[in-house]
């Protein structure tokens, strides 16, 4: 496989254009955006920059063909058949998809073929296969009415995806807004688009009408902004930073009251007991939850919250699992940690190292840039002891490799800790008891609870968050809550 990723990763990536109504155009204002590899600094390609003028374009055609009903109203064995056709084409070019991606934005690819292709395909056939039996329902009436409950598509859906797993998570999204049999808007993120438009091409060759998948690249403030801001698309789900959420949701006030989805990330707790029942197990998993992908993952466990009596023995046995990873080459399959995604990114991260200094905590190891020599962006996995709930490392989301080590002395004071932030998306607990796992469940605030593991869910469970983290949930059949209309038909017999 490694010459395979070898040989990919010294193809030549042509320009690429918008994808409008079928066919790929160049922006109305002929703009277009450098696509710089984070893996060695390099232009990698370029990409089309949609203004307001081609967003207008894109939702055109889309309404055209929802109005059409050429897939709104396809039967569901149709929708699927082609969903179906979907996923088996990104089984098939996954290794290319995955190697697109990770030269686009630094994942290492070990884990970008599982995350990306591999949780695409998965996704489009879960969602294909969900057409045909998601049904509607009927009312408990009196016997002289007959109350009918039809789930309708929502029409036009606008998608706006994150850059750190744009694959995985534009199809989160993507799959269940087709399925229900909308036609949609996506804007992939400004440095990490390529996987999403090589996904495009499979759609089409998957015989996705025309117009039912629009792909309108560039830059947020500005294909973003329109997006948000159109009068014709009736649902936004999005996946991002809390301030453009609520741009995002301003803009639906000032225009049509679009509905509105937001997945806007975490600072989620990872909560270790004393009991846990194998602390090297679980050393290992906190240490995979927060730095896979260079710590670029919404639900990462960036707070590792101990138990005081186990505190000085775990803590030594994350900073061994740390100091294992092997940091290099993305494309390397060996490589356990590849690149963040941007020299703005990795500034970012860097100064959150210089901060936690600051404020007292202690680096235990990490938190300076390596390789630099070969012009990419990487950094090594930093973990902080002695931090505080008062600390900016506690309470704000890094998106980067940075692990903050707060000790606790019982459960009262792990929920309290592990809910004392504004974000609500994930966490994660290790114990032996059950008793001690149903409360903590209970009591920690967030969409997703791990028990004695972290990370791994599938397909059939909900993700989403609460208080700042956002709203809606992507993945399961809840994720046809946010693409489809309720009505109602009241008849009298």
């Not at 703009?31 to 307001?52: M, N």
């Not at 797993?165 to 992939?188: D, R, Y």
């Amino acid at each position: 496989m490694q010459d395979e990723i070898n040989a990919l990763r010294a193809t030549p990536v042509a320009p690429r254009q918008l994808f409008i109504n079928g066919k790929w155009v160049e922006p109305a204002e002929g703009k277009r955006h450098r696509v710089i590899s984070p893996l060695d600094g390099t232009e990698l390609t370029t990409i089309a920059e949609a203004g307001p003028a081609d967003i207008d374009a894109a939702v055109a055609a889309a309404r055209a063909a929802f109005d059409r009903g050429v897939w709104s109203r396809a039967a569901p064995a149709e929708r699927k058949r082609v969903l179906l056709k979907l996923a088996g084409l990104i089984e098939q070019h996954a290794l290319e998809l995955a190697v697109l991606g990770t030269r686009d934005n630094g994942t290492e690819i070990s884990m970008s073929l599982r995350a990306e292709p591999g949780s695409a395909a998965g996704t489009f056939r879960y969602y294909a296969e969900a057409i045909d039996k998601v049904y509607g329902e009927i009312a408990p009436t009196p016997d002289n009415v007959l109350g009918l409950i039809h789930r309708e598509p929502a029409g036009v859906v606008g998608i706006i995806v994150p850059w750190n797993f744009p694959l995985m998570i534009g199809s989160w999204k993507l799959a269940p807004a087709l399925a229900a049999g909308n036609s949609v808007v996506v804007k992939p993120p400004e440095p990490a688009s390529l996987s999403l438009l090589r996904l495009t091409e499979l759609a089409a060759e998957a015989g996705l009408p025309e117009g039912v998948l629009n792909v309108t690249t560039g830059r947020g403030s500005v294909a973003g902004e329109a997006i948000a801001r159109h009068m014709d698309i009736d649902v936004l789900a999005f996946t991002g930073s809390g301030p453009v959420g609520r741009r995002l949701l301003e803009a639906s006030a000032q225009s049509n009251l679009k509905r509105v989805y937001l997945e806007l990330g975490g600072k989620s707790p990872n909560i270790v007991f004393a009991d846990a029942p194998d602390l090297d197990k679980a050393a290992k998993a906190a240490v995979n939850g927060v730095f896979r992908n260079c710590g670029q993952v919404c639900i990462a466990g960036t707070r590792l919250l101990v138990q005081n009596t186990v505190a000085e023995e775990f803590t030594a046995r994350v900073v061994a699992a740390t100091r294992a990873l092997k940091l290099g080459d993305p494309l390397d399959m060996a490589t356990e940690v590849g690149a963040v995604s941007s020299a703005t990114q990795l500034s970012q991260n860097l100064g959150f190292v210089e901060g936690a200094l600051r404020e007292g905590a202690e680096c235990l190891t990490g938190g300076e840039r390596l390789r630099e020599e070969t012009g990419g962006f990487y950094m090594a996995p930093a973990v902080f002891g002695g931090v505080t709930e008062a600390m900016t490392l506690f309470r704000e989301e890094v998106f980067g490799p940075v692990l903050a080590v707060t000790t606790f002395e019982d459960e009262a004071e792990a929920a309290r800790l592990a809910n004392a932030t504004s974000f609500g998306l994930a966490a994660g607990v290790w114990t032996g008891n059950l008793s001690t796992a149903h409360r903590m469940v209970r009591a920690v605030g967030s969409g997703l609870v791990h028990v004695n593991c972290y990370g791994g869910s599938d397909i059939t469970v909900p993700l989403g968050g609460v208080k700042q983290s956002g709203f809606g949930k992507d993945k399961s059949l809840h994720a046809f809550d946010k693409f489809t209309n309720l009505k109602s038909a009241w008849i009298q017999l």
